[in-house]
């Protein structure tokens, strides 16, 4: 029998709904509008930027926000707007590779521990415990500072610090689907184990992931910046969020414009992220629909 | 329970070998000498062999690992490469300071979250509900250095409040509680911060789901007091997962102190590590990391021990 | 005299949808040492009609208005919020549905009966543990001195009721409200707790209301039952006189849904169809027409005004159930 791991009609439908269902809340259609302008500004920075990033002007140094330069420039007389367009390149992509990273290493490790169990599952939650322990930003800093200071390394290194976290998730999750009763019926009626695992438990752990993956993407993002505040990262002068912030701290009295902008612009993104990973859960979450019709019922 | 407690500690060397190993693993299959970047470039081909041989390296590294695990548990650590100091000796210089900053985060914590969190849920939708909301979400956001340079700028520049440095400082120390300890309030406000959001978002939702439960209802059916249907009554349940949440997140702390560390300048674990790395200072990299993975370990026992003991369902 | 006396009592809750008329100008009176039942469908409006004795409704969105609810020879609800804190728990107290859910879990037993007594009687100490045990005992929990240090989830549902019911006797209170008490229980169960609610108040001479959806129960226990329909009482009697000439369509209705314990008659149960109205709506008919098996034409004219039917025996309704 050719096993096609065909998703179910109502996997697509389900998916259909929680696209409706999202828009409905404010909040998280407010947080996808921001990310993505920024997204977009940051990803069309040579066209959108209004001065170059990296080219000193010394009699424009340390100049207050204005028209001219919407967040004031830098000690070197750069404008610190362009700057912050670019240094969102690496910061976002980061942020987007980091989440592809854990994803294609987490979900398949997770699925497999989970599904298969026994030694397998052992040995994989230990490797993953021992993950955990560290505390992250210790480890990434850790990884970064052997291999070397550059951005692949603080990918990889973001990357391997999240996987096991999606992986832990998505094995219990495993787990919890595997022994429902519909699992079982499915394997009673013939599926193929490939069937199984992609039909009945995505579809399952679709919610969760998704929201997990967001949350992902906003450490990513504040991990990227405190690793290269720390001076692992990007290296001058390549604009950065985290990088400008740590130099701005010897311009704290007389240019305080120079840490405001990068640390307000992680924090809207981040704020972005989180509200746009509520409304996803929300939406993708068929209970949480109900809860909210039965509520205005009652009421 | 004790039994419980018992097999979560005998799990702890097994954990610790798994992390002593790939702190081995990581720190040797990274590229970078440590011996050129302790000697220099221009060192003489036997000064380094003799270092190499003094640290062992010039040996296959499952014996390297062999050795220092033999040193590790009769409670040696080894020296730092570039301190000449003992690694034992650095922690306990550090460590100190690492847990007066994160005790000093969480007190931050637990004084804000518990009353904002337990006002927002008797208050619901009131100004210090949406202040709380606020407050949570831009915790959320801020990354805590971030908020460190704000706290700085406001609090030290602008108001010449409270100093940003000393911690640690042996005048500090010898200038009375105020030099003491106000060079901890900024740090502790920027590093608790987080966790503190944390810990309000879960208090205020624990205690709203717990005011609708029928439990209350007969509390209230009894007549008593409103504090006491709080405090007792509502709290007491609170408490659970909060405490749990709290003594997790203080594990953690060590760990993310290293920005903070970083901007106030002080001689704390993450800083360590951070210079340990910059320098490939093996002995100091595994020394550190396995104390920073014990603490973790602890208070991850402790958190599931403190569950243990509040909620009188669980039994181990 | 009258132990409690209402007039006229109606509950509002104010939501997005509109006010909700929970309790729609609820009269009735309780005797000392009378047990009254109080009966419906779920969403009749009696758990709220024993809640607003109690001033328990949560206001806002709850608001509770009446020409008189008076206790004692006292007005509730010109009590200030101290004042009713004094009441509840000592002078009338209050057992509900869930008893799995109604004791606090974190708490032992001992800490949730001597709370009460610390509260109320000023008891401390050794006093207040022995009384706690006599408690226990008096509702039938044994090793009561032991059970004081454990904790809800060691008890099963009858046992958690009983120690709910020793928690409201334990001031003596002169009002006892126990609401759908014993619906989460076992049959036999039931019957113990019933018994028990029984032989406690009737020595006590403490006055009941009872709230149930089963008329079997309320049977067995009560001298009076006022039957609720979408916030209004539509039918109110002597127990007998009830059994015997059901006087409103729906409490012919209910009679017809109650399966009989002695198994005689032999009829088969007749559901009562359709859904009870939304109470948000003013209702200008009988609210049970919809429903009712039994209308006659001028059901469809006017809303139906009490009729009295005996002695002490009267129902809002236009079809002669008599005959």
Not at chain 1, 263 to 291: E, H, K, Q, Y
Not at chain 2, 150 to 165: A, C, G, H, M
Not at chain 2, 222 to 236: D, S
Not at chain 2, 264 to 277: C, D, E, Q, R
């Amino acid at each position: 029998m050719a096993s096609t791991p065909a998703l179910p009609f109502h996997f697509r439908s389900s998916l259909v709904l929680a696209a409706r269902q999202f828009p409905r809340n404010r909040a998280a259609t407010v947080g996808f509008v921001i990310l993505l302008a920024i997204c977009l500004a940051a990803a069309f920075a040579p066209w959108v930027a209004p001065y170059d990033p990296i080219q000193i002007k010394l009699s424009m140094k340390l100049k207050p926000p204005s028209l001219e330069h919407l967040m004031g420039t830098d000690h070197f007389g750069r404008d610190i707007f362009s700057r912050m367009l670019y240094g969102g390149r690496t910061s976002l992509s980061v942020g987007l590779l980091v989440v592809g990273f854990a994803f294609i290493l987490g979900v398949p490790l997770g699925l497999a521990s989970g599904y298969f169990g026994g030694k397998v599952d052992n040995f994989m939650m230990r490797l993953v415990d021992a993950f955990l322990t560290f505390p992250p930003l210790l480890l990434a800093v850790a990884l970064v500072g052997l291999l070397g200071p550059d951005i692949q390394n603080v990918m990889l290194a973001l990357g391997l610090v999240q996987a096991p976290i999606l992986a832990r998730m998505v094995r219990g999750s495993t787990l919890a689907v595997r022994e429902d009763v519909y699992v079982t019926a499915a394997r009673a009626l013939g599926a193929s184990p490939v069937r199984i695992v992609l039909s009945h438990l995505l579809r399952n752990m679709v919610s969760p992931i998704v929201v997990q993956l967001t949350v992902v993407f906003s450490a990513a993002v504040v991990a990227e910046a405190s690793l290269s505040f720390l001076g692992f990262g990007t290296q001058p002068p390549e604009p950065s969020w985290g990088r400008d912030m740590s130099e701005a701290r010897r311009f704290l009295s007389d240019a305080p414009w120079m840490f405001m902008a990068p640390t307000s612009i992680i924090a809207v993104c981040v704020l972005s992220i989180n509200f746009m990973g509520d409304g996803l859960r929300d939406a993708l979450d068929p209970r949480a629909w109900r809860t909210r019709r039965s509520v205005g019922t009652d009421a | 329970m004790w039994s419980y407690l018992g097999r979560r500690l005998i799990q702890v060397p097994l954990v610790l070998l798994v992390v002593s190993l790939m702190t081995f693993l990581i720190t040797r299959a990274t590229p970078g000498d440590p011996v050129q970047i302790m000697l220099g470039m221009q060192t003489s081909p036997e000064a380094a062999t003799a270092m190499r041989k003094e640290f062992n390296l010039d040996r296959p590294v499952y014996e390297q690992y062999g050795l220092w695990i033999a040193k590790v548990v009769t409670g040696d650590l080894g020296r730092s490469m570039r301190l000449n100091d003992r690694v034992t000796s650095l922690i306990a210089e550090r460590l100190p300071i690492s847990l007066q900053l994160a005790a000093a985060g969480m007190l931050f914590a637990l004084l804000v979250s518990i009353p904002l969190g337990v006002i927002a849920a008797l208050r619901r939708n009131s100004w210090i509900d949406y202040l709380c909301t606020g407050y949570t979400v831009l915790g959320f956001a801020v990354p805590n250095f971030g908020l460190a340079l704000i706290l700085i700028y406001v609090f030290s520049i602008q108001l010449d409040w409270l100093p940003i440095t000393g911690i640690g400082s042996s005048e500090a120390i010898a200038g009375g509680p105020w030099k003491h300890y106000s060079p901890f309030i900024i740090p502790a406000v920027a590093l608790g911060t987080l966790q503190t959001a944390m810990l309000t978002r879960l208090l205020r939702s624990s205690m709203i789901d717990i005011l609708s439960q029928d439990y209350m209802r007969t509390a209230r059916a009894k007549g008593l007091l409103p504090w006491n249907i709080v405090v007792v009554h509502a709290l007491k349940n609170a408490m659970i997962p909060f405490v749990t949440m709290a003594a997790i997140q203080f594990g953690y702390m060590i760990g993310v102190q290293v920005t903070i560390e970083y901007i106030f300048a002080v001689p704390g674990m993450g800083s360590a590590v951070l210079n340990a790395v910059v320098n490939r200072d093996f002995p100091v990299i595994q020394g550190f990391t396995l104390v920073i993975a014990v603490f973790f370990l602890l208070t991850n026992i402790a958190a599931d021990m403190l569950y243990a003991l509040l909620d009188p369902r669980i039994r181990y | 005299m009258s132990l409690l006396q209402v007039r006229n009592l109606r509950t509002r809750f104010a939501t997005d949808r509109g006010t909700v008329n929970a309790v729609n100008g609820v009269s009735f009176d309780l005797a000392e040492g009378e047990i009254l039942g109080l009966v419906g469908e779920s969403g009749s409006g009696k758990s709220v009609t024993a809640l607003s004795i109690m001033r328990l409704v949560p206001e806002p969105p709850g608001h509770i208005t009446a020409d008189s609810l008076s206790f004692d020879g006292r007005e509730l609800l010109a009590l200030s919020e101290a004042q009713m804190r004094e009441e509840r728990g000592s002078s009338m107290a209050m057992v509900f549905q869930d008893p799995m859910r109604s004791l606090n879990p974190v708490l032992t037993i001992g800490r949730q009966i001597l709370e009460v007594l610390h509260r109320h009687q000023k008891l401390d100490g050794a006093a207040a543990k022995r009384r706690a045990i006599e408690l226990l005992e008096t509702v039938g929990i044994p090793l009561a001195e032991t059970r004081l240090k454990a904790y809800p989830h060691q008890f099963s549902g009858g046992m958690r009721q009983r120690v709910m019911i020793a928690i409201a006797l334990s001031c003596n209170p002169r009002l006892l409200i126990a609401d759908e008490a014993t619906t989460a229980l076992d049959v036999t169960i039931q019957a113990q707790i019933i018994d028990l609610v029984k032989r406690l108040t009737r020595d006590r001479g403490t006055s009941v209301i009872w709230i149930s959806h089963d008329l079997g129960v309320v049977a067995g226990l009560c001298d009076r039952v006022n039957v609720m329909y979408a916030g209004n009482i539509v039918e109110s009697g002597p127990i007998r006189e009830l059994f015997h000439r059901p006087s409103h369509g729906y409490t012919l209705g209910l009679m017809g849904s109650t399966p009989r314990l002695d198994g005689t008659g032999g009829r088969r149960l007749t559901p009562i169809e359709g859904m009870p109205p939304s109470l948000i709506d003013p209702i200008p008919l009988c609210p049970f027409l919809p429903r009712c098996r039994v209308s006659v034409a001028a059901c469809q004219e006017r809303r139906p005004e009490r009729r009295e039917f005996g002695a002490g025996h009267w129902a809002t309704c236009l079809a002669d159930l008599a005959s």
